[in-house]
């Protein structure tokens, strides 16, 4: 609650004859040149100026913004709301359950623990795509869904009627950032605070990265980590500094044949070149008016791909029109228009506000394009596509091989093979190969091991056979709310799939295809239009209402492929609408991974091969005989719009909306349980009581220096939060299925980490255990080659073997050895994890150092008290002679006692008794990461949670 008002902000606008409480920017000066999202901002502070976490000297600090200079003004933003999903949810819900025992413990009131802003979770991270193809399956996955997850969602329910303010979207409904452009968000959010109404912008942070998709309705949010969620939920302000924001102008329209992921992907590529870390993104001019909401909102919800903060579009008639579209009701509607209007935040593309960066697109010049295999922003031209793919695999399979000379045959898999093209491809100095082509070499190398993987032929259960080879396409999948919540590029897919069965196409037999629309909204419109039929035509049955496929939840491919390709070691690829592609992500069955719109799903599982130019290789042939490509079945702009302006109406989004937290008969007959405290099952593989204030006491443990620590890992550039977060299957004899096992749980009934994160104990033992995860230090037992894998060496034990890094992380802490980790550029990129912070610290680390972190992991890390620091500038842990085998020690830590943060701190790499011969001590300053005071109190009282707990008892 605003106790001060030092500009005199506080005013009222009326809109259809009520009164409403605003707090007016254009008291402040300077207000009128700042871009979009500082104006929101700017109004945050005003309306939350107490004196001292939000004082004058920040409000106007934020209206003389220099956009030239660095960030150094910290600010305290309190967001609107928060929105989670279930899988970083129920972390979150575990902790206020928790924090709730532990209130009473320090002698507090339990129901103390509430959250103090309106929480919303949508349950969609859990089902699985375990049935495809048959109309059976949604129904199916939904009661498998339900057998794997019921302890979860039983203690859901109880948080739903335990704690105010809380409000639980059922299983099988959508995907939480569909479910918040398309319901939940306001725009402007009314809210009666002691007894009078006060309208003020709808802002809000999520437990996931993509809560930037709200962005391309004018709210704005970005994804934090469930640990930053929950304080904001107990009423403490996001700390931050006040960004530099990079303007980006879009002019022209959109050309046939281009769809908005086109758009994205080309921006998102442009981005990530331009560099916009840390700082939100604007788009502005006047191609804004001529972007349509849902392609904002694809935009909008890519910007944790190209690393901003926020990518904002601000509020104009376009915004309006989607809010009537979506059922909002017209008084809303109008306070949206009223309210933007009265603050400066609808958008006139004659005002250009001033930016600190400027970049500018013109939307003709877009081209179809596809993204891969293992980057978001790593964009090729549809065109390009079938050469690169041939470069990529040739880089992935040519390490380490000599030449041979072979035999090539005709793959089904592979339509565009193309024999007696000449190719050199150079392994290293002195070495290369030569074979017919490169499909051909391709085809015969696979995992570095050339020659090993020949064509497979495979049999299906039906009799069927087929030959699998590399390059094969063998999950197609429209999923992720990126672009099932966008109507032109998902009736795009069912045009194309129409068009398709027309010429008598079929899908490719070694190919699952998935279909995970966003909200029921989408399946309403498919099935009014018919396209649901010709989806389904072609193996596109509708899975689940949930993110699927884009976080892994893909389930087995077909068996005979799955087969085929682990018995053979083939290089396969997925295609999916969806917007992460990281190695190990998406199945661990497939190497590469491609992102590309809805019809280009469709057509990539017509073709079943990356080994596929659209332009040149026909997708099969008609009833009359003749070769059928890609753009005689690709829909025009009028087709799609046609089939949009008689299928989608503002009837379909209040029927679908008006029960959207209610659920179905499943979810309310879960047994529920009672009262202000959860009663934890001891014997729960789900849920646990978190360990996070165990013996904790209201005193403050000094923060010390760390001494003696043993180096956990040594990584390269690019460690996402999905290399260290537990996701994914638990695979069989990992720490976590030891675990499991001994809890009496069936390997079949493992489940996903994501399922179990309310449980620590799988948790800790999932962290840093990505099939992909390559960490150097395991070279030297292993004759100079990098398993990949959770592992580690263990010092603790003679010879320092390698060992899985939960494994050794116990032997660690048994003897009280702290531990740190080397990283590289990037560290911590990717989606808001709060286990990989959570795992991080629960393992034993107590620092991190890199060459550069990305945002939210380097926030989580203080979060968790673990303190993030930076090799001196140019430097890495190989350039300064590090190989993980030290005795670590860091000095001028201590100085956080005295209420101040050191900018660097020393320390000091000692060789120990696994060190090679002659190896020296290696003494450097690193740069402290902890960049605000609000972040130095986290660290000083241990983490986040710890000092909310303080605080409020």
């Given at each position: 609650?605003?106790?001060?008002?030092?500009?005199?902000?506080?005013?009222?606008?009326?809109?259809?004859?009520?009164?409403?409480?605003?707090?007016?920017?254009?008291?402040?000066?300077?207000?009128?040149?700042?871009?979009?999202?500082?104006?929101?901002?700017?109004?945050?502070?005003?309306?939350?100026?107490?004196?001292?976490?939000?004082?004058?000297?920040?409000?106007?600090?934020?209206?003389?913004?220099?956009?030239?200079?660095?960030?150094?003004?910290?600010?305290?933003?309190?967001?609107?709301?928060?929105?989670?999903?279930?899988?970083?949810?129920?972390?979150?819900?575990?902790?206020?359950?928790?924090?709730?025992?532990?209130?009473?413990?320090?002698?507090?009131?339990?129901?103390?623990?509430?959250?103090?802003?309106?929480?919303?979770?949508?349950?969609?991270?859990?089902?699985?795509?375990?049935?495809?193809?048959?109309?059976?399956?949604?129904?199916?996955?939904?009661?498998?869904?339900?057998?794997?997850?019921?302890?979860?969602?039983?203690?859901?329910?109880?948080?739903?009627?335990?704690?105010?303010?809380?409000?639980?979207?059922?299983?099988?409904?959508?995907?939480?950032?569909?479910?918040?452009?398309?319901?939940?968000?306001?725009?402007?959010?009314?809210?009666?605070?002691?007894?009078?109404?006060?309208?003020?912008?709808?802002?809000?942070?999520?437990?996931?990265?993509?809560?930037?998709?709200?962005?391309?309705?004018?709210?704005?949010?970005?994804?934090?980590?469930?640990?930053?969620?929950?304080?904001?939920?107990?009423?403490?302000?996001?700390?931050?500094?006040?960004?530099?924001?990079?303007?980006?102008?879009?002019?022209?329209?959109?050309?046939?044949?281009?769809?908005?992921?086109?758009?994205?992907?080309?921006?998102?590529?442009?981005?990530?070149?331009?560099?916009?870390?840390?700082?939100?993104?604007?788009?502005?001019?006047?191609?804004?008016?001529?972007?349509?909401?849902?392609?904002?909102?694809?935009?909008?919800?890519?910007?944790?791909?190209?690393?901003?903060?926020?990518?904002?579009?601000?509020?104009?008639?376009?915004?309006?029109?989607?809010?009537?579209?979506?059922?909002?009701?017209?008084?809303?509607?109008?306070?949206?228009?009223?309210?933007?209007?009265?603050?400066?935040?609808?958008?006139?593309?004659?005002?250009?506000?001033?930016?600190?960066?400027?970049?500018?697109?013109?939307?003709?010049?877009?081209?179809?394009?596809?993204?891969?295999?293992?980057?978001?922003?790593?964009?090729?031209?549809?065109?390009?596509?079938?050469?690169?793919?041939?470069?990529?695999?040739?880089?992935?399979?040519?390490?380490?091989?000599?030449?041979?000379?072979?035999?090539?045959?005709?793959?089904?898999?592979?339509?565009?093979?193309?024999?007696?093209?000449?190719?050199?491809?150079?392994?290293?100095?002195?070495?290369?190969?030569?074979?017919?082509?490169?499909?051909?070499?391709?085809?015969?190398?696979?995992?570095?091991?050339?020659?090993?993987?020949?064509?497979?032929?495979?049999?299906?259960?039906?009799?069927?056979?087929?030959?699998?080879?590399?390059?094969?396409?063998?999950?197609?999948?429209?999923?992720?709310?990126?672009?099932?919540?966008?109507?032109?590029?998902?009736?795009?897919?069912?045009?194309?799939?129409?068009?398709?069965?027309?010429?008598?196409?079929?899908?490719?037999?070694?190919?699952?295809?998935?279909?995970?629309?966003?909200?029921?909204?989408?399946?309403?419109?498919?099935?009014?239009?018919?396209?649901?039929?010709?989806?389904?035509?072609?193996?596109?049955?509708?899975?689940?209402?949930?993110c699927t496929i884009c976080i892994g939840n893909s389930g087995p491919l077909i068996e005979e492929v799955s087969k085929a390709i682990n018995e053979n070691d083939l290089a396969v690829a997925?295609?999916?609408?969806?917007?992460?592609?990281?190695?190990?992500?998406?199945?661990?069955?497939?190497?590469?991974?491609?992102?590309?719109?809805?019809?280009?799903?469709?057509?990539?599982?017509?073709?079943?091969?990356?080994?596929?130019?659209?332009?040149?290789?026909?997708?099969?042939?008609?009833?009359?005989?003749?070769?059928?490509?890609?753009?005689?079945?690709?829909?025009?702009?009028?087709?799609?719009?046609?089939?949009?302006?008689?299928?989608?109406?503002?009837?379909?989004?209040?029927?679908?909306?008006?029960?959207?937290?209610?659920?179905?008969?499943?979810?309310?007959?879960?047994?529920?349980?009672?009262?202000?405290?959860?009663?934890?099952?001891?014997?729960?593989?789900?849920?646990?009581?978190?360990?996070?204030?165990?013996?904790?006491?209201?005193?403050?443990?000094?923060?010390?220096?760390?001494?003696?620590?043993?180096?956990?890992?040594?990584?390269?550039?690019?460690?996402?939060?999905?290399?260290?977060?537990?996701?994914?299957?638990?695979?069989?004899?990992?720490?976590?299925?030891?675990?499991?096992?001994?809890?009496?749980?069936?390997?079949?009934?493992?489940?996903?980490?994501?399922?179990?994160?309310?449980?620590?104990?799988?948790?800790?033992?999932?962290?840093?255990?990505?099939?992909?995860?390559?960490?150097?230090?395991?070279?030297?037992?292993?004759?100079?080659?990098?398993?990949?894998?959770?592992?580690?060496?263990?010092?603790?034990?003679?010879?320092?073997?390698?060992?899985?890094?939960?494994?050794?992380?116990?032997?660690?802490?048994?003897?009280?050895?702290?531990?740190?980790?080397?990283?590289?550029?990037?560290?911590?990129?990717?989606?808001?994890?709060?286990?990989?912070?959570?795992?991080?610290?629960?393992?034993?680390?107590?620092?991190?150092?890199?060459?550069?972190?990305?945002?939210?992991?380097?926030?989580?890390?203080?979060?968790?008290?673990?303190?993030?620091?930076?090799?001196?500038?140019?430097?890495?842990?190989?350039?300064?002679?590090?190989?993980?085998?030290?005795?670590?020690?860091?000095?001028?830590?201590?100085?956080?006692?005295?209420?101040?943060?050191?900018?660097?701190?020393?320390?000091?790499?000692?060789?120990?008794?696994?060190?090679?011969?002659?190896?020296?001590?290696?003494?450097?300053?690193?740069?402290?990461?902890?960049?605000?005071?609000?972040?130095?109190?986290?660290?000083?009282?241990?983490?986040?949670?710890?000092?909310?707990?303080?605080?409020?008892?």
């Amino acid at each position: 609650m605003s106790t001060v008002d030092s500009f005199g902000a506080k005013s009222t606008l009326t809109v259809g004859g009520t009164d409403y409480e605003i707090y007016r920017v254009d008291t402040v000066a300077g207000y009128e040149k700042l871009p979009f999202s500082l104006k929101v901002l700017l109004e945050n502070l005003l309306r939350t100026e107490d004196g001292a976490n939000v004082t004058k000297a920040q409000i106007e600090a934020l209206g003389s913004w220099d956009p030239d200079a660095e960030p150094d003004t910290e600010i305290q933003f309190t967001p609107t709301r928060v929105v989670m999903q279930d899988f970083t949810g129920v972390p979150c819900i575990v902790d206020l359950a928790t924090m709730r025992e532990a209130v009473t413990d320090l002698g507090g009131d339990p129901n103390r623990i509430n959250p103090l802003s309106p929480a919303e979770m949508v349950i969609d991270h859990s089902v699985i795509a375990d049935l495809f193809g048959r109309p059976d399956a949604i129904e199916r996955n939904v009661e498998i869904e339900y057998q794997r997850n019921g302890e979860r969602y039983q203690f859901l329910r109880w948080g739903q009627t335990a704690f105010d303010d809380f409000k639980v979207v059922p299983p099988g409904t959508g995907i939480v950032h569909q479910v918040n452009i398309e319901h939940l968000a306001k725009v402007v959010y009314d809210r009666a605070v002691d007894g009078v109404l006060r309208a003020y912008p709808d802002t809000c942070v999520g437990t996931d990265s993509h809560t930037t998709m709200v962005n391309g309705l004018g709210v704005l949010g970005w994804g934090v980590g469930g640990i930053e969620a929950e304080a904001a939920m107990l009423g403490q302000p996001v700390s931050m500094l006040i960004p530099r924001v990079v303007g980006f102008k879009l002019t022209g329209e959109i050309p046939a044949g281009v769809t908005a992921t086109d758009v994205v992907l080309t921006i998102t590529e442009m981005l990530r070149q331009h560099g916009v870390v840390g700082k939100f993104v604007e788009f502005y001019g006047a191609g804004v008016a001529s972007v349509p909401l849902a392609n904002r909102a694809t935009i909008g919800n890519m910007s944790p791909e190209f690393g901003s903060t926020a990518a904002m579009f601000p509020i104009d008639d376009v915004t309006l029109d989607y809010l009537r579209l979506t059922g909002r009701d017209e008084h809303a509607v109008e306070l949206v228009e009223q309210y933007a209007k009265a603050q400066g935040l609808w958008h006139d593309a004659d005002k250009e506000p001033s930016y600190s960066e400027y970049m500018e697109l013109d939307l003709s010049t877009v081209v179809p394009s596809i993204a891969g295999p293992k980057r978001p922003q790593d964009r090729i031209l549809l065109a390009e596509a079938k050469t690169q793919f041939e470069k990529d695999i040739l880089n992935y399979a040519c390490a380490n091989e000599v030449p041979v000379e072979v035999e090539g045959t005709f793959p089904a898999s592979d339509p565009g093979y193309a024999p007696g093209v000449e190719h050199e491809h150079v392994l290293g100095e002195g070495v290369s190969c030569q074979h017919e082509s490169a499909h051909q070499h391709s085809m015969l190398a696979s995992s570095g091991d050339h020659g090993a993987s020949n064509p497979v032929k495979v049999t299906t259960p039906e009799g069927q056979d087929y030959i699998l080879d590399n390059g094969a396409v063998t999950l197609a999948a429209i999923t992720s709310c990126t672009n099932t919540s966008n109507p032109s590029v998902m009736i795009a897919a069912g045009l194309l799939a129409r068009k398709a069965r027309n010429k008598g196409l079929k899908q490719m037999p070694w190919v699952k295809t998935t279909l995970g629309p966003g909200s029921k909204v989408v399946t309403d419109y498919y099935e009014k239009s018919g396209l649901d039929k010709d989806l389904e035509g072609l193996g596109f049955y509708t899975v689940g209402y949930g993110c699927t496929i884009c976080i892994g939840n893909s389930g087995p491919l077909i068996e005979e492929v799955s087969k085929a390709i682990n018995e053979n070691d083939l290089a396969v690829a997925a295609v999916l609408s969806g917007n992460r592609n990281f190695e190990g992500r998406i199945s661990p069955d497939v190497k590469m991974n491609y992102l590309a719109s809805p019809p280009l799903v469709v057509a990539y599982a017509l073709a079943g091969s990356m080994h596929f130019d659209f332009d040149t290789d026909p997708l099969g042939k008609d009833a009359e005989g003749n070769d059928v490509f890609l753009k005689d079945i690709w829909p025009s702009p009028d087709e799609v719009q046609e089939i949009i302006d008689s299928s989608i109406s503002r009837d379909q989004f209040i029927k679908q909306y008006a029960t959207v937290f209610d659920g179905d008969e499943r979810w309310t007959s879960l047994p529920t349980p009672e009262g202000p405290i959860f009663e934890w099952d001891a014997d729960s593989t789900y849920v646990r009581k978190a360990p996070y204030f165990d013996a904790m006491s209201m005193e403050l443990t000094p923060v010390s220096d760390i001494q003696g620590a043993r180096v956990m890992a040594t990584l390269g550039d690019s460690v996402t939060t999905d290399h260290i977060s537990p996701a994914g299957n638990i695979k069989a004899g990992t720490p976590a299925a030891q675990y499991l096992t001994e809890h009496g749980v069936a390997q079949k009934d493992f489940n996903s980490y994501g399922s179990r994160r309310g449980n620590h104990e799988v948790m800790i033992r999932g962290t840093f255990a990505n099939i992909r995860l390559k960490n150097e230090l395991v070279a030297a037992v292993n004759d100079g080659h990098v398993v990949e894998g959770g592992f580690t060496r263990d010092f603790t034990q003679p010879g320092g073997p390698q060992s899985y890094i939960f494994d050794a992380s116990q032997n660690y802490q048994a003897q009280g050895t702290p531990l740190v980790v080397f990283g590289g550029k990037e560290y911590g990129s990717g989606s808001s994890r709060d286990w990989a912070a959570k795992g991080t610290s629960l393992l034993g680390v107590k620092a991190v150092i890199t060459e550069s972190f990305e945002r939210i992991h380097r926030s989580n890390l203080i979060g968790m008290g673990v303190v993030p620091l930076q090799f001196p500038e140019g430097h890495s842990w190989k350039s300064l002679g590090l190989d993980g085998t030290e005795i670590v020690s860091i000095e001028g830590l201590e100085e956080l006692n005295s209420g101040t943060t050191p900018t660097t701190v020393k320390v000091t790499a000692a060789p120990s008794e696994f060190s090679p011969e002659g190896k020296e001590t290696v003494v450097f300053d690193a740069k402290v990461r902890i960049d605000t005071p609000g972040e130095a109190d986290y660290y000083r009282n241990g983490g986040i949670l710890q000092y909310v707990l303080r605080s409020l008892v």
